[in-house]
């Protein structure tokens, strides 16, 4: 079973950028599909971005394309969400979350495992 952890978060404003990271431990990192979701306050969860485990394929939110970037290394256990151009509506805390296999899955319920979280802030 693969724990989840997050870091990176802060608070930025309008139109800075961030990166937050997820480091995986206690499982073998190269074979799941790797996702970033958010919640903001009174809001339902949303996906964010998720890349697979050989890192061929990725997928974002509408709202974030062409303004976040999410990566993975493999050999560090890591995944990573670089933010720019950010907006005050992008402030959420910020998880990420695994799930077994290469399909890439825009589906909170469809990943087991989960971060605690780390929360973004971005100030107008």
């Known amino acids: 079973q693969v724990q989840l952890v997050e870091s990176g978060g802060g608070l930025v404003q309008t139109g800075g950028s961030l990166r937050v990271s997820c480091a995986a431990s206690?499982?073998?990192?190269?074979?799941?599909?790797m996702g970033w979701f958010r919640q903001a306050p009174g809001k339902e969860r949303e996906f964010v971005a998720a890349v697979s485990w050989s890192a061929g394929n990725t997928a974002y939110a509408d709202s974030v394309k062409g303004r976040f970037t999410i990566s993975r290394d493999n050999a560090k256990n890591t995944v990573l969400l670089q933010m720019n151009s950010l907006k005050p509506e992008d402030t959420a805390v910020y998880s990420c979350?695994?799930?077994?296999?290469?399909?890439?899955?825009?589906?909170?319920?469809?990943?087991?495992?989960w971060g605690q979280g780390t929360q973004v802030t971005v100030s107008s």
């Open positions: 206690g499982g073998t990192f190269s074979i799941y599909t």
């Open positions: 979350a695994a799930r077994l296999g290469s399909f890439i899955s825009t589906m909170a319920h469809e990943y087991p495992y």
